[in-house]
């Protein structure tokens, strides 16, 4: 029997004071699926994604990845299974270069030594899928606000993350960069097979 790689929220309820965010939601997202969250403030959204991101824990319903019922006790959790979520907030150091950033925790060696020329070429090569003029070597504190919220989306999809949750990054780009949740699935779900979901508010 072959399970379908998938990703499965089943009967989530979260509850917060006397504040019911999620109520029985059940979603499911397959590969190559863009998947958008729409509602208006307070209608659950974030919730569910941070449900996803292990950053939240329901207190009914549960989530399956593959068949399989999954329980996260962090973010860290969600990280190891291939889930990426990519939030309206910051999350990158401002401090490092974006060549940095894109391997912060996993640097590429030879012999204990840095291949700072390796990862440099594969930054360039990852900015240039998102249409971004940066030099890999530009602290990410140097850039814009909005440059700096796609270097978080290009990033996520470099660690060859198996979902994408977007928690509306784009807040920022709309002036900016208009096309940057196109740019993302082009080079994420539809291309590798990974799945995106990205959360948007109703105005």
Do not use: C, W
């Amino acid at each position: 029997m072959v399970v379908e790689d998938k990703l499965e929220a089943i009967g989530v309820s979260k509850v917060f004071g006397d504040f019911t965010a999620l109520d029985g939601v059940s979603l499911a997202i397959t590969p190559g699926e863009i998947h958008g969250l729409i509602g208006h403030n307070g209608a659950g959204k974030s919730t569910l994604l941070r449900v996803f991101a292990g950053a939240v824990r329901p207190e009914r319903g549960h989530l399956r990845i593959s068949g399989r019922n999954v329980a996260f006790d962090g973010p860290a959790d969600a990280i190891k299974v291939g889930i990426s979520t990519v939030y309206q907030e910051l999350s990158l150091l401002p401090n490092l270069t974006v060549t940095e950033n894109t391997f912060l925790g996993a640097e590429q060696t030879t012999a204990g030594a840095l291949r700072r020329r390796a990862m440099e070429r594969e930054t360039r090569e990852l900015l240039e899928r998102f249409q971004l003029d940066i030099d890999p070597l530009t602290k990410l504190g140097d850039l814009s606000i909005a440059l700096r919220q796609l270097v978080e989306i290009a990033v996520a999809v470099h660690r060859n993350v198996r979902f994408l949750l977007l928690d509306e990054p784009t807040a920022s780009l709309e002036i900016a960069h208009p096309a940057a949740i196109g740019v993302a699935a082009k080079s994420s779900p539809a291309r590798t097979g990974r799945d995106l979901a990205h959360r948007s508010q109703a105005q």
